[in-house]
């Protein structure tokens, strides 16, 4: 019997995450997205699948579109998180709100999709879940505070979640974009990249899809930079 396989997007109305959801149709997934503009929504419509106006920082939105999958299709094969942009400032002169919005924006919406879909992929003995990190994870730009600070927390949340469910067949890893066209292109930003050119949304998808497939099954805990050779000195 041929397994239907389904996979839920979070923050996947635009960009980076729109173009996960639509290569992942594309591969014959049925889709389910969550995005708190409304594009998701509509997006899921033309693909044929679910789709639910909310944020991934709400617990509720989250378990609704989880259960409204698992009505459907009675499983969830991939995850993929994805999220917008968090505050940014001087790092001494930002706020502690700004910074629980930060750890919201960037750490807690993985935590919180994954507390609920594990434990599901677990019962199916397979899943992979797929975090849209950041290529400056591991060497900050202060462009970016909270963003580098707490995607670098999640590279470890990363490691530890392999460690814990690896052996259920259950797969975690991080794909770090630089600079994507999903963001304004400014000639000195091109110019810091080897290949001389923004990335497309549509390769980070396309990494994203080879980390969802049975050929990546022996890849967990992993940092996967698609950057153009930008962090490429840093080990």
């Given at each position: ?79 993929v998180n ?31 999709a994954t ?64 600079w994507i ?55």
């Amino acid at each position: 019997m041929t397994v239907e396989k389904v996979a839920l997007v979070m923050g996947g109305g635009s960009g980076m995450g729109a173009a996960a959801a639509r290569r992942l149709h594309n591969d014959g997934y049925h889709v389910a997205i969550l995005s708190s503009s409304g594009k998701g929504e509509a997006l899921a419509r033309q693909l044929g699948g679910i789709g639910i106006t909310g944020s991934n920082q709400s617990n509720e939105d989250i378990r609704l579109l989880v259960d409204e999958t698992v009505k459907k299709w009675n499983r969830i094969d991939v995850l993929v998180n994805s999220a917008g942009h968090g505050p940014r400032g001087p790092i001494l002169e930002m706020t502690d709100e700004q910074w629980h919005e930060g750890m919201d924006v960037y750490f807690m919406n993985v935590v919180r999709a994954t507390r609920l879909v594990a434990p599901i992929m677990q019962a199916q003995k397979s899943g992979s879940i797929i975090n849209i990190s950041t290529a400056w994870a591991f060497e900050p730009a202060s462009m970016f505070p909270t963003s580098a600070i707490f995607r670098a927390g999640l590279a470890s949340f990363t490691k530890l979640f392999a460690d814990q469910l690896a052996a259920d067949n259950v797969r975690m890893n991080n794909v770090l974009p630089g600079w994507i066209d999903s963001l304004p292109e400014l000639d000195e930003r091109r110019q810091a990249v080897p290949m001389q050119r923004y990335g497309r949304s549509e390769e980070i998808a396309a990494t994203i899809a080879f980390l969802a497939s049975d050929g990546a099954g022996y890849i967990t805990g992993q940092n996967i930079r698609v950057d153009g050779g930008l962090t490429r000195s840093i080990s």
